[in-house]
Structure formats: C-alpha cells, structure tokens
C-alpha cells in the first residue's frame, strides 16, 4: 500500500502532455487573435457608417516567436482580405525583461471612410432592435472567464468556445438598412446599446428572442455570476445590435426587442 497522496497524475491526468500540447497550439491560438483585432476594429468603425481603407498593428514582447508572429500576421491578413483593406504594416517591438516568457502585446489600428452623402434617418420610439448573433466571448470579458476557468485545462469544446473568432459584421450592415448600431464589446448589451440612442430612448431587449451560445452559460453557473454582471460584461450571443425601422426589417433577422421612450435612469431594459 503506497502512501503518496492523490495527485493529478494519479488520477490520470497529464499536466505535462497538456503543456506540449498546448506549445504546439499557440501558432494556431496566434492565427485567431490576428483575426479577432481586426474584425474588432472593422466593426467599431462600421457602427459609423465607414468602409474600411487600412489597418496597423503594434506587436511588443520580450523574446520573438517567429511562428507565433507569423501566424499572427496570416490572421490579420486573412480577416483584412475580408473587409477589403489593406494591412499597411506596423511596429514590431522586441523588449527582453519587459515581458513574460510567450506573453505579448498586439494593438491595432483602422482607418475607414464615411462617403460625403452618408446619411441616416434618425431614431424614434417605436423602431426595432435587430440582434446579429456572436460565435462566443469576442474580444471582451476574457479576464472574468479566465477567473472562472481558473485551473481548468483549456482543451476541447470548452477551448473552442473560448477562442471563437470575432466575427466580422461588414457585409450584413451593407445589406440591412438600419439607423443606428451598437458594436457589443467591453461593457456588453447593457453599456454599448445606449451609444446608438439619442438622449430620452431607452431600449427594451427581450433576451429569450434570440439562443446564446452554451459559453455563457458555462461561465454564469461555474462563476456564480449575477445577471447583471453577465450582462453588464459579455455580449450574450449578439455582436451586433442595430436600430431598425419596422418596415425595413428583413425577413431572415432576429428582432430582440424595441426602441422605446426612458421612463427612468436605465436605458436598456431586459426581461
């Protein structure tokens, strides 16, 4: 009869085959955040109506992985090809004791143009709320979900959720015509939604309208996580949400809720 403790190895899981593995991902990790920062960025500037023309990008860390780093640019080639910009280049920096072993930096920067006749018909009571659904998280909310994973392996259909790529509106904002969008990033339905109503609207979501992806609820259970910090964080499955005239809705659209007149301090109600 041995008189080790338990372990994790002991009950079979194997910490160090999960750290080769996951060296072996990081190029492939890499590829999704190129293409997270600039779907990101197309997106906040479509909410204004502007079509692309070019991105930057600003890469620092302390010791340079060159897969990693090409595998960051093929990402951000990929969604720039997308959007139809042109990724013009940036800075690279390399900073030793500045950084964490594998840790790095990567910021970006889009420049877009809004034609000289851009107009939009303005926002009234009485107009819908058009959700476009999300893959997952985005880009925001990622160090609540990375306390509430805290010391779970990132591996399988849980990692897959975690890093869905940012998915890129461009093309349904050209097709559907709307009067106002909301880009759900950090701040989530409750923050962002407002930034698309003029002062004295407030807007009425109806959140069994639309299914989030099984993320959120997985980080709302395991985390405890109120509603409203849930809410008040993540996008819940809609990346996009635009303001819409009733009689412009398409029939293939999910409406979530409804423009309506602020009867008190919130501007965004859920029930």
Known sequence: MTSEGLSYAAAGVDIEAYERALERIKPLIAAVIGLDIVNHCVNDIATAGARPLFFLDYFATGKLDP??????????????????????????????????????????????????????????????????????????GYSLARKVFEGVPLAGRLAERLM???????DDLRKIRWKGAAHITGGGITGNLPRCLPG??????????????????????????S?????????????????????????????????????GPDRVKVS
């Open 67 to 140: 897969l990693v780093f090409t595998s960051l640019v093929e990402g951000m080639t990929e969604a720039c090809r997308a959007a139809g910009c042109a990724l013009l280049g940036g800075e690279t920096a390399e900073m030793p004791g500045m950084y964490a072993l594998g840790d790095y930096d990567l910021a970006g920067f889009i420049v877009g143009l809004v034609e000289a006749d851009h107009r939009r018909d303005s926002v009234h009571a009485g107009d819908v709320l058009v959700g476009l659904p999300s893959s997952g998280l985005h880009t925001n």
């Open 164 to 170: 869905a790529p940012h998915l890129s509106y461009l």
């Open 200 to 225: 004295g609207l407030a807007a009425s979501v109806r959140k069994g309208a639309w299914e989030a992806p099984p993320i959120f609820e997985e980080i709302r259970k395991r985390g405890r996580v």
């Open 227 to 263: 509603d409203d910090e849930m809410w008040g964080t993540f996008n819940m499955g809609l990346g996009m949400i635009l303001v819409v005239d009733p009689t412009d809705v398409p029939a293939e659209v999910t409406v979530v809720g409804e423009v309506v007149k602020q009867s």
